[in-house]
């Protein structure tokens, strides 16, 4: 049986090991490409992205990703955003008072966390809203890898979140229709980021 096709879009975003590793581990065919025509083609669409939303942003717009991303979304084609990946799904992210439209996949907007110790970062668990295909036979006692200062706090529209707490609750993890996003990293989150990367890619295969 052929391992579903994973295009782990590369728009300078920053290192891309761990995530492909994680995918192949989880039973994805991965490519590392740039290329729009197999963003659009294949089984799944991976958008990664480390550092600053703005930067993240720009990338993506140089590299015409997100209108991929749109056209995959209006046709029931799935994509998993992972950290900033998952960040600029939302509208519009609000960094140091500057204002960045984003890929506006899910309504809403990512902006500081409201807490004492910035960067969130190491290991949290989050709460699924039942009905979440990522974290399907997942225990909610896992951890999850997180590092980030910034985050959306309200759940779009029609759409399943998980939710985790730190000082304040935001959204740890977001799915409608066929996009899906984390602001954990699963690749760097062990046993349970392979049990929710390989319920990502069982999808595909279905």
């Known amino acids: 049986m052929a391992k579903p096709s994973v295009a782990l879009f590369d728009y300078g975003s920053g290192n891309l090991r761990s995530a492909f590793r994680a995918l192949e581990r989880a039973g994805a065919d991965v490519e590392l490409t740039s290329d729009l025509d197999k963003a659009r083609r294949a089984a799944g669409l991976f958008v990664p992205g ?119 609750p935001f959204i740890a993890a977001v799915e409608r229709g066929s996009v899906a996003a984390t602001q954990f990293h699963p690749e760097k989150s062990g046993d349970a980021g392979y049990a929710l990367l390989s319920n990502w890619i069982k999808d595909l295969a279905s």
């Open 50 to 168: 480390v550092g600053a939303y703005a930067a993240c942003m720009e990338g993506i717009l140089k590299h015409g990703v997100d209108a991929v991303i749109r056209e995959r979304a209006a046709a029931g084609a799935p994509v998993l955003g992972v950290c900033v990946g998952e960040q600029v799904l939302f509208e519009e992210g609000v960094e140091h008072g500057v204002r960045t439209r984003g890929v506006g996949v899910f309504e809403g907007r990512v902006e500081l966390l409201a807490a004492q110790r910035i960067p969130h970062m190491g290991w949290n668990t989050v709460e699924a809203a039942e009905g979440m295909r990522l974290f399907a036979g997942i225990d909610p006692a896992e951890r999850f890898y997180f590092v980030h200062s910034y985050a959306a706090k309200a759940v779009p529209p029609g759409a399943l979140a998980a939710i985790c707490t730190h000082d304040e």
